[in-house]
């Protein structure tokens, strides 16, 4: 993104490591404005790839998605846990 004066921004990159029953790294991550935008993200991806894990997401102990910034920083860490009351 260029700026007047012919100034170029860049925006954060934010990752988004999601563990189950393997550690999933996101090594390519994905410029967002800010800190807050990294948040509805991770919001909306964790909903999206828990949606299609379905029933499967039953078998482990506990989802985690852990958005970190490009310098490692903590954004967030979202974790899900269910029970199969059959």
């Known amino acids: 993104m260029t700026g007047g004066g012919g ?3 860049t ?7 999601v563990r189950d029953e ?3 790294k996101d090594a390519e991550g994905v ?6 935008e990294a948040h509805r993200q991770a919001f909306v991806t ?20 852990h958005v970190i910034d490009e310098a490692g920083k903590t954004v967030c860490r979202l ?3 269910a029970e199969d009351c059959d």
Request: net charge neutral.
């Open 31 to 36: 410029e967002l404005a800010d800190r807050d």
């Open 22 to 24: 393997k550690e999933m």
């Open 46 to 65: 964790a909903g999206e790839m828990l949606k299609a894990a379905d029933r499967k997401f039953l078998r482990t102990d506990v989802w985690e998605m």
């Open 79 to 81: 974790r899900f846990s």
């Open 7 to 9: 100034l170029q921004f």
């Open 11 to 17: 925006m954060p990159r934010y990752f988004f490591n």
